[in-house]
């Protein structure tokens, strides 16, 4: 009966997707905060207009880049039998599992209880679709084990660190992409949020403030051609030639080269706008926020949040994450112990260097650094994994491309911290699994206590190199 529920509300939310979902969260909050009908049913418009125009321009050049990113693998002719089939394989992979089907049903009732008991001020529910991030790794314990409550365990305790790396960076994260009150809880890039402010003060400490690339500072030193159209035609270049290098000689390669810089530069110039819609569906709310704040005296600030893709084209980003992109690919062919060739999820870096970006105040040498590390650790965790999600992928009637590859996502699974946590339950030690469960509770309760301190310090450290 539980199990019918729960598949059938996972095939609402799958019709309809977060273009829908969002929004009519959105409405129904607003309403909540006493905002007229009239004007909640208009900033959901606002909403739903916003992650449509994200997912538009987002697919439509992914579509271009792709050819590109397949080009260059060609080019190495290395030879790695872990392949990435990217993210959307995972995702329809995850919601097939028992596991995933149950997890559904405890997410929403888990993060609508955090919330509202004040345990968190991130209003997670909203972003439901992300959370396949967690089945995928419950689906494995579970195969693995065959136990249904170390899966839910796992999973439960992934969330809870995943909300709490959200509250932490949720205000810089708000600021950095202008979209207030909003924050990212995406499972599969904020569990990189302590190594991003790790590496955020050691490369300050080294120097790297004083490398003040990011696009504020190009606009300012080389006026209308440092502008992010212009920096998107360069990088899109630069991506194009990589790509197409072998076959530079050929007109049909520089019809490419082309396609992909002008592609690139049109983000650029588009995504701003679009943002610009998404951000005014959340004024109503913000205001009647700060008025039932002001006559009730709560002083309470919360965070609604909001899919990934609302940060995939700030400038800074969707440059970090292109330049990555032969970056990684180039470290894939040479780290000792990886077996993985990402390809597929290439294209989605912009969205996994969101949480690196804004920590960094958009320093685009801090995020490659930081990238270039994490993701690298993240190639060997994926190539230590491969089997087993592998096996997931099969009894889920995934068909591998021939008998000897193992297959994988990149964007999802390359994360080392989430990688940590399943490995802790796998062990069924309770010792170790106590641990993990501790080590929350303490950084919880040490974040609370000096919540003002550690927030004001992310929002302040590094940001001399904004504009400059």
Not at 56 to 69: D, G, H, K, R, W
Not at 73 to 98: H, K, M
Request: include cysteine; aromatic fraction near 12%; proline fraction near 4%.
């Amino acid at each position: 009966m539980l199990e019918t529920f729960l598949s059938g509300l996972d095939k609402i939310f799958s019709t309809f997707g977060a273009q829908v979902f969002v929004p009519a969260i959105l409405f129904i909050i607003a309403l909540c905060m006493g905002v007229t009908a009239k004007k909640a049913f208009n900033s959901a418009l606002l909403c739903a207009v916003g992650l449509t125009g994200f997912n538009l321009v987002i697919n439509s050049f992914s579509a271009i880049v792709a050819p590109v990113v397949s080009s260059m693998v060609e080019n190495t002719g290395v030879n790695l039998p872990c392949l990435d089939t990217g993210w959307q394989s995972v995702s329809v992979i995850a919601y097939s599992t028992r596991v995933g089907v149950i997890f559904i049903g405890v997410a929403i009732l888990l993060e609508l209880i955090l919330f509202f008991a004040k345990w968190t001020n991130v209003f997670m529910a909203s972003d439901l679709w992300n959370n396949y991030s967690f089945m995928v790794w419950g689906s494995m314990i579970f195969a693995l084990t065959k136990s249904m409550a170390l899966a839910m365990a796992c999973m439960i305790v992934q969330l809870l660190y995943i909300m709490l790396f959200s509250e932490v960076v949720a205000k810089r994260w708000s600021n950095h992409y202008q979209y207030p009150n909003c924050c990212m809880t995406a499972p599969h890039h904020m569990e990189g949020v302590p190594f991003a402010i790790l590496m955020n003060w050691l490369l300050g400490l080294i120097g790297f403030n004083k490398i003040k690339i990011n696009a504020a500072s190009i606009q300012k030193k080389f006026g209308i051609f440092g502008e992010p159209m212009f920096i998107g035609l360069i990088v899109g270049l630069i991506i194009g030639v990589i790509g197409n290098f072998s076959a530079l000689g050929q007109l049909s390669a520089w019809g490419s080269v082309t396609s992909v810089a002008i592609s690139t530069a049109a983000v650029m110039a588009v995504f701003p706008k679009v943002g610009g819609i998404f951000a005014s569906a959340f004024t109503s709310l913000t205001d009647a926020y700060k008025s039932k704040a002001a006559k009730s005296g709560e002083g309470r600030e919360w965070y609604l949040s909001v899919n990934d893709a609302a940060g995939y084209g700030e400038p800074n980003t969707l440059v970090t994450g292109t330049l990555l992109i032969p970056i990684i690919l180039g470290l894939s062919f040479v780290l000792p112990g990886n077996s993985m060739l990402p390809m597929a999820d290439l294209v989605a870096l912009p969205y996994m260097v969101e949480v690196f970006v804004c920590v960094s105040h958009g320093n685009i040498a801090k995020s490659l650094v930081t990238g270039a590390i994490w993701f690298s650790l993240g190639l060997v965790v994926c190539s230590g994994l491969a089997p087993t999600f592998t096996e997931i992928a099969v009894e889920a009637g995934f068909q591998l491309p021939q008998v000897g590859v193992y297959v994988m996502s990149f964007g999802i699974m390359a994360h080392p911290l989430m990688a940590g946590l399943f490995y802790a339950f796998l062990s069924k030690n309770p010792l170790i699994i106590g641990a993990v469960v501790v080590v929350y509770f303490v950084l919880y309760f040490l974040f609370k206590k000096n919540k003002a301190a550690l927030v004001d310090w992310i929002e302040n450290y590094g940001a001399e190199t904004v504009g400059a």
